[in-house]
């Protein structure tokens, strides 16, 4: 895979993926395994942040400290991203969250969006789009190409598990945007489902389908 692809040896990412994946996990743990890879992974992410510097009066003493000098937008893909916004949001508080509403066509698998509200002009330095699941890509690449019509000018994908083909279609794409991963599984199943994958992770968040 291109150089821009990481994906995470980090052992708690790969003990929590395990659990993430089983079928025996319930929505509210699903859910829990999601906010807390999702910061792991944003942990990784976030390394080439630019920091300044800061003074902080501790209870002793003036302290140098440093603080985020980076405007970071996290982008959520409705609905499964939420539960990533959520997590880095907490993790990294002064982030904005952009939501925007893409679903894949279950006949086409190609994207439908139904909700953008982007501010007209870009506030942000840095944009990170966060899917779990990143499939044919479709999904990924659409919202990709809305951020950069926009005039987001850098721009990372966070995802937990992807198949090959979707890393290839957005790498193919948009070689520009560095992903960030948990696993990349076998392949796609002829309905645009991975394999081994975790099944729908919207439905596994939300209790749905
Ligand atoms: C899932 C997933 C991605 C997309 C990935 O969303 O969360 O957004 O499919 O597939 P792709 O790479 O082939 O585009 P889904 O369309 O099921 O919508 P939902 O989260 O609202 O259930
Ligand atoms: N969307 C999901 O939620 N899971 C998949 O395996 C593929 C797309």
Known sequence: MAGQVHVSRHP????KLALLRSKLTEPKKF???V????????YEASQDLALAPLTVETPLATAQGYEVAERVGVIPILR??????EAIINI?????????GIFRDHETLLPVTYYNKLPKEPDIDLSIVVD???????????AVNILKAWGSRRIKFLGLIAAPEGVRALTEAHPDV???????DSHLNEH??????????????FGTG
Not at 92 to 100: I, M, N, Q, S, Y
């Open 12 to 15: 708690l990412v790969q003990h």
């Open 31 to 33: 859910r829990e395994l």
């Open 35 to 42: 906010r807390e890879i999702a910061q792991l992974l944003f």
């Open 80 to 85: 499964a991203g939420l539960g990533m916004s």
């Open 92 to 100: 990294l508080p002064t982030v904005h969250v952009w939501h925007l």
């Open 132 to 142: 779990p699941m990143l499939a044919t890509g479709g999904s990924a690449v659409a």
């Open 178 to 184: 560095p992903i960030h991963l948990a696993a990349i």
């Open 192 to 205: 645009g489902y991975i394999v081994p994958g975790l099944g729908d992770a919207g439905d596994r968040q």
